[in-house]
């Protein structure tokens, strides 16, 4: 099994950026597609990107896509979220999660293992 913690969140104002960390440890990181999801006060939790397994494609949500990027470290055995041009309602606690073997599944069903989460708030 493998252990995720992120880090990373914090207060930015809109139009700025942040990067969040998630380092994994136990089973083989290169194993798993990694995806990022958030959830905000009151609603579901969403699908935000992720990096398939094999081959690390990645997929974005429609509502983040040319703003976030998402990337692995292998050598770390992290996974980033770089987040640029923030906006108010991509205020949210932000959750990376593992899926063993997966093809980048937007499905937070789909995912085995997940870190504890980081806050990310963007005042407007």
């Known amino acids: 099994q493998v252990q995720l913690v992120e880090s990373g969140g914090g207060l930015v104002q809109a139009g700025g950026s942040l990067r969040l960390s998630c380092a994994a440890s136990g089973r083989t990181f290169s194993d798993y597609a990694m995806g990022w999801f958030r959830q905000a006060p009151g609603k579901e939790r969403e699908f935000v990107a992720v990096?398939?397994?094999?081959?690390?494609?990645?997929y974005y949500a429609d509502s983040v896509k040319g703003r976030f990027t998402i990337s692995t470290d292998n050598a770390q055995n992290t996974v980033y979220l770089q987040m640029n041009s923030l906006k108010p309602e991509d205020t949210a606690v932000y959750y990376c999660a593992a899926d063993l073997y997966g093809a980048g599944d937007r499905s937070s069903a789909k995912y085995e293992r997940w870190g504890q989460g980081t806050q990310v708030t963007v005042s407007s």
């Open positions: 990096i398939s397994w094999p081959g690390r494609s990645t």
